[in-house]
């Protein structure tokens, strides 16, 4: 079975455009989360999705968005990209929201704001 | 707020003797934790996770402990090898009963030297 899957893989932009980073969670994961890892550092969450709806948002400016489609794929939208946005961007699947529901990480998205 | 930290930023050890990786938290409510190991290029992969009803869990050549009076965790990896060469992070969620919202300490880098 494929695993979480992301899109692209790397990325390289240039301060004030805008990026979507994509992602396809496991087949049969309802609940796609995404977040940020700045280099040395450990991930920070951006946001959660379960079944289409925002279940969470971390500390992140609106320039942040995102969405989750009928097949459990989602997107992740930054706008007006700043320097500090450069970092590797992560999605994660997991079956349901809940206890012990184990979280599984794609590659991520590596961008680099110029 | 709470956090999750761990104690070293890098640990080298020997191939074959035990790895020992610490992590402190600061929420005495936390009642779930989790180790993940990222590979460089890589998405952290979940390793084990304990309830905080426990003080001890064991996998294969893993080992976590739990120490609720003095909120530490470990990380004991028996017999370690090249391939456990990573960075090493806990988490805990945000809110008990949802492991989509994760807070990440900032991770340990272990080394294994041949």
């Known amino acids: 079975d494929a695993g979480v899957t992301q899109s692209p893989t790397h990325l390289i932009k240039t301060r004030g455009q805008q990026v979507t980073l994509r992602c396809s969670p496991i087949s049969g994961h309802k609940s796609v989360s995404w977040y940020q890892q700045v280099l040395g550092q450990g991930p920070q969450f951006i946001f959660q999705?379960?079944?289409?709806?925002?279940?969470g948002r971390g500390n992140f400016p609106d320039r942040f968005s995102a969405r989750q489609f009928p097949n459990y794929s989602s997107e992740l939208n930054v706008n007006a990209l700043l320097l500090g946005d450069s970092a590797l961007y992560l999605c994660a699947s997991s079956l349901k929201q809940g206890a012990n529901e184990k979280l599984f990480f794609g590659s991520g998205t590596q961008l680099s704001v110029l | 707020g709470e956090s999750v930290g761990l104690h070293l930023p890098t640990l080298s050890v020997q191939e074959g003797d035990n790895s020992i990786i610490n992590c402190a938290y600061s929420n005495s409510a936390s009642d779930y934790f989790i180790w993940y190991k990222q590979e460089s290029g890589k998405g952290p992969q979940f390793i084990i996770d304990?309830?905080?009803?426990?003080d001890k869990r064991q996998g294969q050549r893993v080992t976590v402990l739990l120490n609720k009076t003095v909120k530490h965790l470990s990380l004991q990896i028996a017999a370690t090898q090249p391939g456990d060469s990573a960075v090493y992070f806990c988490a805990e969620p945000f809110s008990p009963g949802n492991t989509g919202k994760l807070i990440f300490g900032q991770g340990t880098t272990l080394q294994v030297k041949p």
């Open positions: 304990i309830r905080s009803n426990m």
């Open positions: 999705y379960y079944e289409k709806e925002e279940r």
